[in-house]
């Protein structure tokens, strides 16, 4: 069987004058071009055997269902990215819980945020650490069952003196017969502003200067006053 040699592989040949950019994949277009140069030059005494015109076919239908898989895909990944960007663009001004154990505490007022125990104790302690890492305050909590709970700090010390403004730091500990467990802390962001990067990257910057992910959320809800101080 014969290939016309002045059609769809003079493309590809090299041109000894010059070094021009040679497209090195067939494309669909391509693909097909070449199957009919195929059966115009033909020999007519020993045409194409069926199977294996049919064997063409099914490439050439495997590339087709390739392509517009490619191009289905492409299209989901935007339209996700798309949907992405609008649902964190509703983020800005809401309260975020993400796994860190620093708190801000105001001149006025408490703070605090929430915990998690992979299982029940009868003895649960917050500890409070300043910036030097000196606890200021414990607060015997008492008894929780396993999940998810909440706390908080009044600002005062050991003394019952108020504490100066600034981030603090909770450490929470559970007795689990006789070791005590460092239990998981979230702490309450206020999202400030989303960012979009290239490639659908969503960067959230809270108040207190925090650059989180979306995957740092833990969970979102509405700003509330911190519970009344154990």
Do not use: C
């Not at 000894?16 to 391509?30: A, H, M, R, V, Y």
């Not at 949907?83 to 819980?97: D, F, H, M, N, R």
């Not at 909770?170 to 689990?176: E, F, P, S």
């Amino acid at each position: 069987m014969n290939i016309a040699p002045n059609s769809v592989l003079d493309q590809y040949q090299i041109d000894p004058q010059s070094s021009p950019t040679i497209n090195k994949e067939l494309g669909q277009d391509d693909f097909l071009e070449l199957m009919m140069q195929q059966l115009k030059n033909q020999d007519p005494m020993e045409p194409m055997d069926n199977g294996e015109f049919l064997g063409q076919m099914a490439q050439f239908s495997t590339v087709s269902g390739i392509e517009s898989m490619e191009a289905s895909l492409k299209g989901l990944t935007d339209t996700f990215a798309v949907g992405q960007t609008l649902q964190s663009a509703q983020l800005v001004g809401q309260e975020v819980l993400i796994e860190n154990p620093s708190l801000s505490l105001d001149a006025q007022g408490s703070t605090g945020g929430r915990f998690e125990l992979a299982a029940s104790s009868s003895d649960v302690r917050l500890d409070m650490k300043d910036a030097t890492g000196t606890v200021v305050r414990q607060v015997d909590l008492g008894e929780f069952r396993s999940g998810r709970h909440d706390f908080t700090w009044d600002g005062k010390n050991s003394k019952g003196d108020r504490v100066p403004a600034g981030n603090y730091t909770a450490a929470i500990t559970a007795k689990n017969g006789d070791s005590f467990d460092s239990a998981t802390i979230l702490s309450a962001r206020i999202v400030d502003s989303v960012e979009f990067g290239q490639g659908g990257q969503t960067t959230l910057n809270t108040t207190l200067g925090d650059t989180l992910t979306l995957d740092d959320v833990r969970q979102i809800r509405q700003q509330s006053a911190a519970p009344v101080s154990n």
